[in-house]
């Protein structure tokens, strides 16, 4: 702007941008409390996350874990890869979702299969054209999260599979 001759709109362009990114930032935070407490409900996540606040049927907790550790990173790491890391996960996480809305029939509401594949090779590439620290640390947060999630599903299959044995053995389900 200072090229343009316009002195005068730089911090109108930097107030702008700044409530821009605040509100990109809230936005964030409360679309990942809300798959938090989706996952808490299922499980995934400790169960105390499901909380909905009674009077503003909000997921309480899940919005104050999720803020907590959005202040540490803010705090704590280089905030330019705070914000990579973040845009690579939030482009998994719709990348993911266009690809089931691929496995959807027409019967269930799907659009059209271009929509969805549109959507997904979008984000694929911006997510790969986002900074390699910001890739790496992304796919290293994911690549832990599914191998956490893998041993979670073993533990609990072979829970299951000791339940139904001992089941089996006496004859009665609370033989265990």
């Keep these: ?77 280089d905030i330019r890869g705070a914000i990579g890391f973040s845009s690579f996960g939030v482009l998994v996480y719709y990348a993911i979702a266009n690809a089931s809305a691929l496995t959807l029939g027409l019967d269930e509401g799907r659009p059209r299969r271009l929509i969805p594949l549109v959507g997904l090779i979008g984000c694929v590439v911006l997510a790969f054209a986002l900074p390699l620290s ?7 947060v994911l690549g832990v999260g599914v191998a956490a999630y893998g041993v979670r599903r073993i533990i609990t299959r072979r829970a299951r599979q000791t339940d139904s044995g001992d089941t089996q053995r006496s004859g009665h389900p609370s033989a265990t």
């Design 134 to 140: 910001s890739v790496a640390a992304g796919a290293a």
């Design 1 to 77: 702007m200072r090229v343009a001759g316009v002195n005068w709109l730089i911090p109108v362009v930097q107030i702008g941008a700044a409530v821009a990114a605040l509100g990109s930032l809230l936005a964030l935070i409360l679309g990942v409390s809300r798959t938090t407490l989706a996952m808490a409900r299922d499980r995934h996540l400790p169960r105390w996350l499901a909380a909905v606040h009674p009077r503003f049927k909000v997921p309480f907790r899940a919005e104050l874990v999720v803020g907590a550790v959005v202040a540490a990173l803010a705090a704590t790491a």
